[in-house]
């Protein structure tokens, strides 16, 4: 007891040291990047929240001063683009003027604390003993605490070069991976322990989320299926559909606002954002044939001109569902082609030199570590080490693995590049912490083996 009240202190300051490291880097990026709004990479994105914090400030709402990507009219509401990030990049504008180095500075910094301290607590959960987790204390038994793989983590996620580009730029990204990070933490806990404080943790974490980008919705539905699944097998099922209910109430408040904002402006309904039906035209648009071009955008067919957002977006997810039920082959064929486009860890000549050295600096690196932790981990705490399938279910490694399965299959049957693939890769960072320091102390004994004389 006194040896880990002594570690405490030391393991802390390490922790701090990461973070510092994390946001002095995003810095460096930063201004790298500079004040102006087209620096490279992913120009489209970074224009468009610099233009909505602009109007949002002068008072103009969520409208651009001219026709904007993919159909939005001039001084028109748009829903396309995330609410809760645009009211960020407008505060921060709101405080030091329409600067975007203003805005790339305080998400460096916001990011690169957020992201790693999310990352070391989601570590922490994964590897902490516990009823639905007892393969954690055979890692412990190897000498691989949750306190070491928690800040090997940590100290991935604040060096992971593409984590920093995207700190750096006006993305959603950043933010959205560390609210995923706590939504995942709060849903183990839940399991854990299902209460009505964890069913508003989980619900205020899901808010987050969803309000930064819409696209967490399916998995927040596959979520709550694990939850009601681990309830049931574990006798609580009471408590968890009451904590599963709380935190859809939270969701639901937090997205009402802008519902009934969309509503005012379009007169018909459209929950919250307009852009997954443009996402589903323009995909699996016929323009593609059966090898999917990532930067090439589908023009919104001349028919539909004059339609608000609300319409085009129900219209053109008709028309993208329509493309996948007349030619299921070349669908397929098509979906096939974006697992290389998601995959993706090696330089391409169609972007950036910074976003080629951020891919191959990052995932290109550590993809053999990841998979290696995979292995690991369902090698201490697979179905075979958790007493059979229904016990495994239940556990981190059950819900972690049903996550980058899921939001995989979801982004490479609709739209898929390195980009989308970001989250699944923060989720996978204490894989890649285990299988390094499962290295170390292989390396480490090998060493201290005796030589034959």
């Keep these: 007891m006194a040896t880990e009240q002594m570690m405490k202190p030391k393991l802390n ?45 002068t008072g ?30 407008a505060a921060v504008y709101a405080v030091f003027g329409p600067h975007v180095l203003a805005a790339r500075l305080v998400q460096a910094v916001l990011g690169g604390v957020l992201l790693p ?81 964890r069913g508003l943790l989980l619900g205020l974490s899901l808010s987050v989320t969803t309000l930064l980008r819409q696209s967490i919705l399916p998995w927040a539905a596959v979520l709550i299926v694990w939850l009601l699944w681990t309830g049931w097998q574990r006798g609580t099922w009471g408590r968890t559909v009451r904590s599963s209910v709380v935190a859809i109430g939270v969701l639901a408040i937090s997205i009402a606002p802008f519902t009934i904002r969309n509503y005012a402006a379009y007169g018909q309904f459209l929950l919250l954002n307009s852009n997954a039906g443009y996402a589903m035209f323009s995909a699996q648009h016929p323009m593609h044939g059966t090898e999917f071009r990532e930067f090439e955008a589908a023009p919104v067919p001349d028919e539909l001109a ?77 179905p075979h080490a958790t007493n059979g399938w229904r016990t495994f279910t239940q556990s981190p490694l059950a819900l972690i693995s049903l996550f980058m399965l899921v939001y995989s299959v979801l982004h490479i049957f609709t739209w898929a590049m390195p980009r989308y693939r970001l989250p699944v890769d923060a989720v996978a960072l204490p894989l890649a912490a285990l299988s390094i320091v499962h290295l170390a102390h292989w390396w480490a004994a090998r060493r201290r083996r005796p030589q034959p004389a």
């Design 60 to 89: 103009h709402g969520f409208s651009f001063d001219r026709g904007w990507y993919p159909f939005t009219q001039p001084d028109q509401p748009t829903a396309h683009w995330s609410f809760l990030y645009s009211i960020f990049v």
């Design 306 to 382: 004059g339609q608000n957002e609300a319409q085009l977006d129900k219209e053109l997810m008709q028309l993208g569902i329509g493309f996948v039920l007349a030619e299921p082959g070349r669908y397929l064929a098509l979906s096939l082609s974006r697992v290389v486009d998601y995959f993706e860890f090696w330089p391409t000549p169609d972007t950036s030199l910074l976003n080629n050295v951020g891919r191959v600096g990052s995932i290109g690196l550590l993809l053999p570590f990841m998979l290696m932790g995979l292995w690991l981990a369902f090698r201490y705490g697979g």
């Design 117 to 197: 301290l999310m990352v070391y607590l989601f570590a922490r959960r994964v590897y902490h003993v516990s009823p639905l987790n007892p393969a954690a204390a055979k890692l412990n038994e190897y000498g691989l605490s949750e306190e070491r793989l928690a800040l090997i983590s940590a100290g991935l996620a604040a060096v992971y070069f593409y984590f920093i580009l995207y700190a750096a730029t006006l993305m959603t990204e950043t933010f959205y991976i560390s609210g995923l990070l706590w939504l995942l933490v709060n849903a183990i806990e839940l399991a854990e322990e299902p209460t009505l404080k």
């Design 13 to 57: 300051q390490t922790l701090i040291a990461i973070l510092l490291l994390s946001a002095g880097v995003r810095i460096a990026v930063a201004l790298y990047l500079g004040d102006v709004v087209d620096a490279p990479p992913l120009l489209t994105d970074q224009r468009s929240y610099h233009a909505l914090g602009e109007r949002l400030i």
